[in-house]
């Protein structure tokens, strides 16, 4: 009768996951150190506070406090959802941000790929600098330029250099920023030109990792430039333009609160109010109603990370890999 021979036991093969870890830790201690202040900032400012998530749920009471509030189940969301201005600023957030996706992130890829065409060495840093610029300057200073390009001419001003230019050629003068028509058209077109400059960067980035020696072959073979650009470049970049366009569908239910706190006033409530603006309103900018807020968080949190894991999905099977 043959005897069975063991396989060998590898060195931490059998130990518990716990042991392995802890071993891993004692290991690359100074790693784990360094994440450390990190990790302790994410952990206070960032977890801790979801313990407020159960103001959803309950009728809040200062008195009480958030545990000792009484609780009301769903009413809160049922609230949510008859509220006609919710409704409006669910409305105009969804609208903003899909004219954002679908004209700020094609451009910001199209930007990306006629700045890396450019052979000129002395004119590729200064256009680089300009778009890069925006990035840098806060909401407050960039909303402020915004409206002083688009005054509106009072008797003692001659207004902005746009409706200057207006004016020159024989038209009149628009208050744009009391519009409501335009006012979604100016949040995106001034979102785009502010945020051109960090998409910007990171497809680049990955523009400067593609093997020249792919160029060469296909000029080799009689490739024009673009036929290179769409068989060579584009695939090669698609992997960071699929991580982007993941991270801007994340934001679809969020809106950039700083930049229409900063545009936005009561001429155009009906079309500029968002979800942010409309927390903000009903909550720390002069309300008290703190339940219903976190109702509105929570769900359009939730619906975000739906879409996403969706998105990242619907990703995979472009054969790219997604975020997760």
Not at 27 to 33: A, I, M, S, V
Not at 48 to 66: C, D, V
Not at 243 to 266: E, G, P, R
Not at 279 to 289: A, P, V
């Amino acid at each position: 009768m043959e005897k069975t021979v063991a396989a060998p036991r590898l060195p931490g093969k059998n130990r518990s996951p716990v042991s392995r870890f802890l071993a891993y830790v004692k290991k690359y201690w100074f790693l784990y150190l360094l994440i450390l202040p990190g990790f302790a900032c994410m952990a206070v400012f960032n977890y801790a506070p979801m313990y407020g998530i159960q103001l959803a749920f309950k009728e809040y009471s200062p008195r009480a406090g958030i545990w000792g509030s009484e609780w009301i189940g769903l009413e809160n969301f049922y609230r949510m959802f008859r509220d006609p201005n919710f409704i409006r600023a669910f409305r105009n957030t969804i609208l903003i941000n899909l004219y954002s996706l679908a004209f700020g992130f094609t451009f910001n890829v199209f930007l990306a790929l006629m700045i890396n065409e450019l052979k000129l060495r002395k004119v590729k840093p200064i256009i680089q600098t300009c778009v890069y610029l925006p990035y840098f300057l806060s909401w407050v200073i960039f909303a402020g330029l915004v409206q002083v390009f688009l005054e509106y001419p009072s008797t003692a001003d001659v207004g902005g250099v746009v409706n200057q230019v207006i004016q020159g050629l024989g038209g009149a003068p628009i208050d744009f920023l009391k519009e409501p028509k335009l006012f979604r058209t100016i949040l995106v077109v001034t979102n785009i030109i502010k945020s051109a400059g960090y998409s910007t960067i990171v497809y680049l980035a990955s523009l400067s990792g593609i093997d020249p020696a792919l160029y060469e072959s296909a000029q080799i073979d009689g490739a024009n430039r673009g036929q290179m650009l769409w068989n060579i470049t584009i695939p090669r970049i698609l992997p960071s333009i699929m991580i982007t366009f993941i991270l801007q569908v994340a934001s679809l239910f969020s809106s950039n609160f700083d930049q229409v706190y900063n545009l936005y006033n009561n001429y155009v409530i009906s079309t500029g109010d968002v979800l942010s603006t409309y927390i903000y309103r009903i909550s720390l900018g002069g309300g008290t109603d703190f339940e219903l807020s976190t109702a509105m968080n929570l769900i359009l949190n939730v619906m975000g990370l739906v879409v996403v894991l969706v998105t990242n999905k619907y990703v995979e099977k472009l054969d790219v890999q997604g975020i997760f």
